[in-house]
């Protein structure tokens, strides 16, 4: 009985996100639109008082109360005292039928930073209180506008550097991994039925035969657990970018490097040895691959002590490095730690300053030859690059690839899944299965937000900026 009543528990749990509607009480308001000066900037207000909220501020033709969902109208906001703060358009949006499933007003005022700035003050003061960041996403998910992997979606789309990224966001946005998720689920929920039916009627058991159906079956929802897993280094790249180290000795024109391949002068370059002391990130969009690229402090031995720091943060860089650039000065003599490298694919070696004359250290060495200076040799270097980044099957091609959350969640889905094979292998009594599935079950949940939602909620929508 008191596992049924259990079970129970856990089913009702699963309803939360999603398929029942919450209303959150507060009426909520923020700047929709990035801090600075634009032509126009959005006021958004969410919740049960938003449209109270607009009649207050709101002077026009008609008030906003009477206004059809969805249609802009032309009029005034004005401060407590009736004082003008803009002119501005402003349209109602009757829940369910907003972004945030709640009644939602959005105020299109004039872009200035003060401006935008009272006319929230007025929203406030008209009884909203200012949003956190990504709240108004985070209240789409409580109202079921979307699952948990499609507000994730919201934020990638927002940061997507490259085409590719944009669209994987957008497919996540539309449900397609929810989908796949959601296959997932019903697969564990149908196998957990049978397991179930077996323990509320111990004295059938599990037949030999069905026992070799429902093993199958849990072996082909591992794979695709698997499958998706197996993204999970795309999903990096296309969020993160392919991680890109530069290093070398000092003065071998790593900084020039980065500079020219970001096309502006980000790095101090300068003569001076062991000028750059900390690694310094950019990204950069070579052919539709985003790539994170990494300079750093140069290898010598230093007495100093940043610059020591420094160089143990490169040896760091270099150990989670996609793929590593390993560049000397050709009209220097080689560094000693040119002979012991080992090169397993992943490192390109560069002689720069080639419009020097040559060390005759390096006579006969294999390497591509460029010049930060004059610019030889970059467009080979480009090329060379997303030549290694897609032999390492590291170029972004599947559009469906998860994030570090949802790979979390996957593994211990896995996991649990793998202990019911065993107890199913081993023909342990059902429920023990029956606690790996539901374990298993829960874990796939969690990456739609369908089960108990509040502890991964604050770490998903605190990522987001606010007004979104
Ligand atoms: N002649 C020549 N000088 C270069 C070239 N690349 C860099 N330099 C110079 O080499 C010095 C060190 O460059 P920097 O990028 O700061 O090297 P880092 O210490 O490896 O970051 C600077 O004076 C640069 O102007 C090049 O291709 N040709
Ligand atoms: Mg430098």
New binding site residues.
């Given amino acids: 009985m008191h596992r049924r009543a259990e079970r129970d528990s856990e089913r009702s749990r699963d309803l939360i996100a999603g398929e029942q509607p919450i209303t959150v009480g507060e009426t909520i308001a923020a700047i929709s639109t990035p801090a600075g000066e634009g032509a126009i900037a959005l006021v958004r207000i969410s919740g049960v008082n938003a449209v109270h909220v607009a009649n207050k501020i709101f002077r026009g033709k008609e008030k906003p109360s009477r206004f059809a969902s969805h249609v802009q109208h032309f009029g005034e906001i004005v401060d407590a005292s009736e004082r003008l703060v803009d002119q501005v358009m402003l349209s109602i949006h009757q829940a369910p039928t907003s972004y945030t499933g709640e009644d939602l007003v959005e105020i299109s005022c004039h872009g200035g930073v003060l401006v935008s700035a009272n006319v929230l003050e007025a929203c406030l003061r008209a009884g909203a209180r200012a949003a956190r960041p990504g709240e108004f996403t985070e209240r789409a998910f409580l109202n079921g506008k979307m699952d948990l992997t499609q507000a994730e979606a919201v934020i990638d789309l927002i940061r997507a550097k490259t085409d590719l990224a944009l669209r994987s966001a957008t497919e996540q946005l539309e449900g397609r991994l929810g989908e796949k998720i959601g296959k997932i689920r019903c697969e564990f929920i149908s196998l957990l039925a049978h397991i179930n039916a077996s323990i509320d009627f111990p004295e059938e058991g599990i037949a030999p035969d069905e026992g070799e159906k429902l093993l199958a079956r849990l072996d082909s929802v591992c794979e695709e657990i698997g499958a998706l897993l197996a993204t999970a280094d795309q999903g990096r790249i296309l969020r993160e970018g392919v991680r890109v180290v530069i290093y ?1 000795a ?8 980065l500079n020219q391949l970001l096309g502006y002068e980000r790095v101090i ?3 001076t ?1 062991g ?2 002391r900390d690694t310094i990130e950019e990204m950069i969009n070579l052919r539709g691959v985003p790539i994170r690229l990494l ?1 750093t402090a ?1 290898l010598r031995t230093s007495t100093s002590n940043v610059e020591r720091e420094g160089i143990a943060r490169t040896e760091k860089s270099l150990q989670t490095a996609d793929l590593r650039l390993h ?1 000397a000065d050709r009209n220097a003599s080689r560094p000693s730690h040119f002979d012991k490298r080992a090169d397993n694919g992943s490192e390109i070696v560069l002689l ?5 004359p040559e060390h005759h250290d390096w006579k006969h060495f294999e390497a591509l030859r460029i ?4 610019g030889e040799g970059l467009p080979d270097l480009e090329k060379e690059i997303l030549a290694r980044i897609t032999k390492q099957n590291l170029k972004p091609e599947s559009t469906v690839a998860i994030n570090t959350r949802h790979r979390d969640c996957l593994r211990r889905a896995l996991e649990s899944c793998n202990r019911a094979r065993m107890a199913m292998r081993d023909r342990l009594t059902p429920e023990y299965i029956a606690v790996d599935l539901n374990e298993a079950l829960c874990a796939v949940g969690e990456v739609i937000g369908a089960v108990d939602v509040e502890q991964i909620l604050d770490s998903v929508f605190g990522q987001f900026c606010i007004g979104k």
């Avoid at 010049?371 to 004059?374: E, G, L, Q």
């Fill in positions: 070398g000092t003065n071998a024109g790593k900084s020039s490097l370059v300068s003569e040895h000028t750059t300079d140069g560049i720069n300053k080639s419009d020097l010049s930060c200076a004059t």
